[in-house]
C-alpha cells in the first residue's frame, strides 16, 4: 500500500460542475453585480459631494451670508462614516447568502463583491 496515495472520493462532488455553479458561480454573480453598482453609486456620490464644496466655495468667495458657518470636514467625515457603514452592510448580507455549503458560498459572494468593486 502506498502511503502517497490520497482518496479523492470525497472531492469528486466538489469539482462537479452543477455543484460549482450553484455554490460559487451564482453568489460570486450576485457580489459581482452588488460590488460593481456599489462602486458606481460611490462615484456619482462622490461626484456631487464635489460639486457641492466647489458651490460652497463660490458662495464664500462672492461672502453669501451664512456660507462661512459651514465646516467641510465635519461633512466629510459624515460621509466617509456612511460610505463605511454601507460597504460592511453589504459584505454582511453577500455573507449571509444561504445554501448547502454555507462556507463556499458566503466566499464566493464576498470575493465577487470585491471584484465587482474593483472593475466598477
Known sequence: MN???VDTAP???ILNPDFLLANVGGPFVIGLAVGF????TLKIAL????????VLFMLQYFDFKGS???NLQEVGDSFI???K??????????SAIQSSNKTIQSGSGVAGFFVGFKLG
Open 3 to 5: 502511503n502517497n496515495s
Open 11 to 13: 472531492f469528486a462532488d
Open 37 to 40: 453598482f456599489a462602486k458606481k
Open 47 to 54: 461626484f456631487f459631494l464635489g460639486a457641492g464644496v466647489v
Open 68 to 70: 462661512h458657518n459651514i
Open 81 to 83: 462614516g456612511s460610505v
Open 85 to 94: 457603514h454601507g460597504i460592511e452592510f453589504l459584505k454582511e448580507r453577500l
